[in-house]
């Protein structure tokens, strides 16, 4: 048995940010991370000379600790001006749509004005956000565009889900930049986000390296069992750590289950929580012939995937030279789709639609992510708060995206660990 100390559960950036903070206040921790390496969600992996991330990550973090934080790690850092865009009926269309209607045609570009003209005025409280888009983008620009893309990433239909995540993530465009959109292609750029920063060299998980360098993290250390009255983490592997204060990142199911003694109103609480899951699709292509933009999203119903990036836009150092990559994010549950229908519904229609080609594919790896986004269902809030309340209660604390049970960024993850020494007695 290890002796008694500070145990964190979870390697990834929330996990590595209360170990780094800590740290700076002379208190050591140890990690349990159930991978043989850091930086959970936010971490990379590599595949014939290729470099990928774990889902689609790029840094546009205001808070200037932050910043500084990752120029430790990663001295060298690109600058993108972000140029999303957008599939929709197999047309590219600028990123936000609602703004940037120009190359629809001239009957939907009428529709859809007409609907935004038209829309009802907020009098009562919004219900859901099916509820939220009608109102504020009209009935045919919200079942067409945002309605489809709802079931493709949250998993979900609009009308489940609540609207306290939206914030300043879905643009509201005036009357009079709908109708310009419509008329030219050449409109401002509205992405919420004005510059997006990424590591030169070791992909995302390339900021973590200052967190990471000194942290003691025991790779391959599966909780299995926590009893909180005694203090004890029993791993899977079967080690038994001690401690006097415990900091989670798992997510809060997973933490639940596994304390045996947690009462009914609880678990039953954990149950209602939900998220997102999901494949990526890592490929990597014998040629530079890609699509310019950074991501996109796909509106169309039949591409299974919601997303799609490149790492080698992102930085030249994720692919080998005269090479490019792509990856596909499709979110579902875990054998949702055979392997060959996801191929050939994302790698095959992209092929089929002359967006890349067979050709240039030099290999396509799928991979599952049982844990990808909160979802903001009409639970969530008083859910969370009983699981969470309890959980301080027995004396654990929990961090990050879905420690938090939260939609948060990798810069508020890492601000949620870091925020852990502040609570020191």
């Known amino acids: 048995m290890n002796q008694r100390s500070v145990v964190i559960i979870g390697a990834g950036i929330a996990g590595l940010g209360a170990s780094y903070a800590l740290r700076k206040s002379g208190v050591p921790s140890v990690i349990l991370e159930k991978d043989c390496d850091y930086g959970g969600l936010c971490g990379s992996f590599e595949i014939e000379g290729f470099r990928f991330d774990r889902f689609v990550h790029l840094s546009h973090t205001q808070d200037e600790n932050v910043k500084s934080l990752f120029r430790l790690s990663s001295p060298e850092i690109i600058t993108h001006i972000p140029n999303p865009y957008n599939i929709y009926k197999r047309m590219w269309i600028k990123h936000p749509a609602q703004n940037n209607l120009f190359p629809l045609a001239a009957e939907e570009k009428e529709l859809v004005i007409n609907d935004f003209l038209s829309r009802p005025k907020f009098q009562n409280e919004v219900q859901n956000y099916e509820q939220w888009l009608r109102l504020q983008y009209g009935n045919y620009f919200a079942e067409h565009f945002p309605m489809v893309?709802?079931?493709?990433?949250?998993?979900?239909?609009?009308?489940?889900?609540?609207?306290?995540?939206?914030?300043?993530?879905?643009?509201?465009?005036?009357?009079?930049?709908v109708i310009m959109g419509s008329k030219s292609a050449q409109t401002p750029m509205t992405y919420y986000a004005k510059e997006m920063r990424y590591p030169k060299t070791g992909g995302y998980r390339g900021f973590l390296k200052e967190f990471a360098k000194d942290a003691d993290i025991r790779y391959l250390m599966e909780i299995g069992k926590i009893d909180a009255v005694r203090k004890l983490v029993y791993t899977?592997?079967?080690?038994?750590?001690?401690?006097?204060?415990?900091?989670?990142?798992?997510?809060?199911?997973?933490?639940?289950?596994?304390?045996?003694?947690?009462?009914?109103?609880?678990?039953?609480?954990?149950?209602?929580?939900?998220?997102?899951?999901?494949?990526?699709?890592?490929v990597g292509l014998k040629t530079k012939n890609i699509p310019p933009y950074l991501w996109w999203y796909i509106?169309?119903?039949?591409?299974?995937?919601?997303?799609?990036?490149?790492?080698?836009?992102?930085?030249?150092?994720?692919?080998?030279?005269?090479?490019?990559?792509?990856?596909?994010?499709?979110?579902?549950?875990?054998?949702?789709?055979t392997e060959s229908e996801l191929l050939q519904g994302t790698v095959g229609e992209f092929i089929e639609s002359g967006i890349i080609r067979q050709e240039d594919v030099l290999f396509s790896k799928v991979d599952f992510e049982p844990y990808a986004n909160v979802i903001f269902s009409k639970p969530i809030y008083q859910a969370r708060k009983i699981v969470r309340d309890y959980l301080l209660s027995v004396g654990i604390e929990t961090i990050g995206r879905f420690?938090?049970?939260?939609?948060?960024?990798?810069?508020?993850?890492?601000?949620?660990g870091m925020n852990v020494a502040h609570r020191l007695e």
């Not at 079931?151 to 300043?168: C, I, P, S």
């Open 149 to 177: 893309y709802t079931r493709k990433y949250w998993m979900k239909e609009a009308r489940d889900l609540r609207t306290e995540w939206v914030g300043k993530r879905l643009y509201q465009p005036s009357v009079d930049e």
């Open 236 to 282: 899977k592997s079967g080690d038994t750590f001690a401690y006097d204060r415990l900091i989670s990142s798992m997510p809060l199911p997973e933490l639940v289950k596994c304390l045996h003694d947690a009462p009914e109103r609880v678990v039953m609480a954990s149950d209602q929580l939900e998220c997102t899951s999901g494949y990526h699709i890592s």
């Open 299 to 337: 509106y169309d119903e039949d591409i299974l995937s919601a997303r799609v990036y490149s790492p080698s836009l992102k930085s030249s150092d994720n692919a080998p030279e005269g090479c490019s990559s792509l990856q596909i994010e499709i979110y579902c549950k875990k054998d949702a789709y």
């Open 403 to 416: 420690g938090e049970w939260d939609y948060l960024w990798s810069d508020q993850s890492l601000i949620s």
